[in-house]
T-cell receptor, first 115, second 116 residues
C-alpha cells in the first residue's frame, strides 16, 4: 500500500513569489492534515480536512495561505506571496475519520526555503 | 499555556540500555489521545504508540511502552534495549476530542542519541 505522497520534496524560491505543495493521502483516508514544522520544533497544524470540507483552519494565515481538497482526495497548499518566515518543512498527513485512536500517517514533507 | 511539554531537549543513552523520554500534557477535555512519533534525520514522522485517556492499561508496542499517569498528566515513552537506529527526534502529541473534532498538538521534541 502506497503511503502519503508529497511533492515537491524541496523548493527554493525568492520572497514574494508564489509556491504550491501537493499531497496525495493514503487511499481511503478521509481526513487530511497540513502541518508546518519550523526548525527545532514540532509540527503545527495549519488545516484539517474531512473529505473535501476544511474543518479546522484557525491556524492558517489566510492572508497568504490557501488550501483546497476539491474531490476529497488529494490536496494543494499554496502560499502567495511567500515571506522569509515561511521557510519550514510542510508536512501532510492522513488518517481514517472519526476515532481519536486513529494514527496519522505522514508524508516525507516539502522543505521550503524562501530567500 | 503549552498543551504538550517535553522538557528534555536532548538525551543520550548507551546501546542496549533503557531510556525514558518525558512528556506532560494539559487538557480539560476528558476524552483525548496521546501519541509518540519518531522523526529520523530523513524527516518522515513515524508513529510509535498510542494511549487513550480511558485506557486502563499502559500501551506497549514491542520495545516501546507508554508510562501513562493520568493524575499527573504525564505520558512518558520508555524505550527498552536501545538500538543505534533509535537515534532520532521524538515527539509527544495529544489529540483532544473537542466538539467532535480531533485537534492534534505536538510538543517541541526530544533528540535522542544512542551511542555504542
Amino acid at each position: 500500500e502506497a503511503g502519503v505522497v508529497q511533492s515537491p520534496r524541496y523548493k527554493i524560491i525568492e520572497k514574494k513569489q508564489p509556491v504550491a505543495f501537493w499531497c496525495n493521502p493514503i487511499s481511503g483516508h478521509n481526513t487530511l492534515y497540513w502541518y508546518r514544522q519550523n526548525l527545532g520544533q514540532g509540527p503545527e497544524l495549519l488545516i484539517r480536512y474531512e473529505n473535501e470540507e476544511a474543518v479546522d483552519d484557525s491556524q492558517l494565515p489566510k492572508d497568504r495561505f490557501s488550501a483546497e481538497r476539491l474531490k476529497g482526495v488529494d490536496s494543494t497548499l499554496k502560499i502567495q506571496p511567500a515571506e522569509l518566515g515561511d521557510s519550514a518543512v510542510y508536512l501532510c498527513a492522513s488518517s481514517l475519520r472519526g476515532q481519536a485512536s486513529n494514527e496519522q500517517f505522514f508524508g516525507p514533507g516539502t522543505r521550503l526555503t524562501v530567500l | 499555556a503549552q498543551k504538550i511539554t517535553q522538557t528534555q531537549p536532548g538525551m543520550f543513552v548507551q546501546e542496549k540500555e533503557a531510556v525514558t523520554l518525558d512528556c506532560t500534557y494539559d487538557t480539560s477535555d476528558p476524552s483525548y489521545g496521546l501519541f509518540w512519533y519518531k522523526q529520523p534525520s530523513s524527516g518522515e514522522m513515524i508513529f510509535l504508540i498510542y494511549q487513550g485517556s480511558y485506557d486502563q492499561q499502559n500501551a506497549t508496542e514491542g520495545r516501546y511502552s507508554l508510562n501513562f499517569q493520568k493524575a499527573r498528566k504525564s505520558a512518558n515513552l520508555v524505550i527498552s534495549a536501545s538500538q543505534l537506529g533509535d537515534s532520532a527526534m521524538y515527539f509527544c502529541a495529544m489529540r483532544e476530542a473537542t466538539g467532535g473534532s480531533y485537534i492534534p498538538t505536538f510538543g517541541r521534541g526530544t533528540s535522542l542519541i544512542v551511542h555504542p
